[in-house]
Every structure is written in structure tokens, then in C-alpha cells.
T-cell receptor, first 112, second 114 residues
Framework: GDSVTQMEGPVTLSEEAFLTINCTYT??????LFWYVQYPGEGLQLLLK?????DKGSNKGFEATYRKETTSFHLEKGSVQVSDSAVYFC???????????FGSGTRLSIRP | NAGVTQTPKFRVLKTGQSMTLLCAQD?????MYWYRQDPGMGLRLIHY???????AKGEVPDGYNVSRLKKQNFLLGLESAAPSQTSVYFC?????????????FGDGTRLSIL
């Protein structure tokens, strides 16, 4: 069945380091792809999305490109800040389904 | 813009007690969802609804019931609380206008069962 696989955390980086969080998916069709962020004590918020192959989603310095050939949607940021410490979830959805399939989440901690 | 509002934010129950968690959304969304999130784990779907008067089971429905009598509200009930139901519960809503529509989440209800 359809699924989303994220790199296991926790990921710990120093401030201003380059970030990559890997996400790959298994899907029978052409889903839309999302990254959500969850800050401590809060619910999930949409960070960015991409709806078709080669689309790039971007927000708050984060980027992810929809790669159909490698079934991937890796999250990247050029220079992380302490305020980026959170849990990040990759997810996919189809037009024919009401549900969104989430990955297991990756906890990111940024050291000052 | 209230978005998705969950009440209560915190609750402590004794084993065997019952309670209802309320979720309200003001975005006129058709789809609504209840998830639980345990420490160090991702989200697990409990129940969901694709419209007023409809409900469906998710991955972990046992021990929970839901109702969607009004489009804007989605209630999650625990008839006889158990310690295994200690968790953070999140409600979400989503438009049915297409696969690119994201889910909007509430801030969660932190529930402890003693």
C-alpha cells in the first residue's frame, strides 16, 4: 500500500548548518506531497507543498522538490536557526481519498 | 481566524470514567479527523468524517466513538477510559476541493488516565 518513509531522528545540528531531512514515498498514482512542522506543545502546521513532478515547494527558507523518478521529497534549508527546532512530518494525499498519509516524523534540534 | 479549536486543552481522568473531546472548525471544511500522538511517535488516525452525519474508522478506533451531527463539530468520546488512552489528541479539518488541500490542526488535548 501507499506509505511515507522519513529518516529517523533525532537530528542535531549547529546553528547555520545545512539541513536535509529525507523523505521517500510509495504510491500507485500521482499524489500531492506535503511537509508539516510541529513546534513543542503545538499542533502540526503546513510548511510547504508540491502537487506535481518537478514542482518545488518553499517557505521560511525551507525547500523541497517533488522527484517522481526517485519518489522523493527531501526537505532542505541552507542555514538553520535555533527556532527551527521542531518535529517535521512528510505526507502525501490523493484526489480519490480523503485521508492524508503521514510519515513517522523527524525530530530536529539546533544547538546555538 | 480561529481555525480549528479543541476543548479542553488538558484533562485528567480516572480509569473507567467517560468524557467527550470537542473539535470545532470555522473554515466550512467537509473532512474532519481525530488523531492520537504518543511520546516519540507519529500520528495515528482514530476516526474521521467526510461530511456531516458520516463517520469512519481509522487505524486505532477501538475504545473510541465519534459523532458529526453538525458540519463544524466533530466529537470524540471515550466511554470507559483506560491508561493506554493517555495521549495527546489532535483534531484536524480539510477542504474537499482537491488533493493539494492541506489539513489544518488544532493545538491538541493532553489527556492523562490514572
Amino acid at each position: 500500500g501507499d506509505s511515507v518513509t522519513q529518516m529517523e531522528g533525532p537530528v542535531t545540528l549547529s546553528e547555520e548548518a545545512f539541513l536535509t531531512i529525507n523523505c521517500t514515498y510509495t504510491a500507485t498514482g500521482y499524489p500531492s506531497l506535503f511537509w508539516y512542522v510541529q513546534y513543542p506543545g503545538e499542533g502540526l502546521q503546513l510548511l510547504l507543498k508540491a502537487t506535481k513532478a518537478d514542482d518545488k515547494g518553499s517557505n521560511k527558507g525551507f525547500e523541497a522538490t517533488y522527484r517522481k523518478e526517485t519518489t522523493s521529497f527531501h526537505l532542505e534549508k541552507g542555514s538553520v536557526q535555533v527556532s527551527d527546532s521542531a518535529v517535521y512530518f512528510c505526507a502525501l494525499s490523493y484526489s480519490s481519498a480523503s485521508k492524508i498519509i503521514f510519515g513517522s516524523g523527524t525530530r530536529l534540534s539546533i544547538r546555538p | 481566524n480561529a481555525g480549528v479549536t479543541q476543548t479542553p486543552k488538558f484533562r485528567v481522568l480516572k480509569t473507567g470514567q467517560s468524557m467527550t473531546l470537542l473539535c470545532a472548525q470555522d473554515m466550512n471544511h467537509e473532512y474532519m479527523y481525530w488523531y492520537r500522538q504518543d511520546p516519540g511517535m507519529g500520528l495515528r488516525l482514530i476516526h474521521y468524517s467526510v461530511g456531516e452525519g458520516t463517520t469512519a474508522k481509522g487505524e486505532v478506533p477501538d475504545g473510541y466513538n465519534v459523532s458529526r451531527l453538525k458540519k463544524q463539530n466533530f466529537l470524540l468520546g471515550l466511554e470507559s477510559a483506560a491508561p493506554s488512552q493517555t495521549s495527546v489528541y489532535f483534531c484536524a479539518s480539510r477542504s474537499d476541493r482537491g488533493p493539494d488541500q492541506p489539513q489544518h490542526f488544532g493545538d491538541g488535548t493532553r489527556l492523562s488516565i490514572l
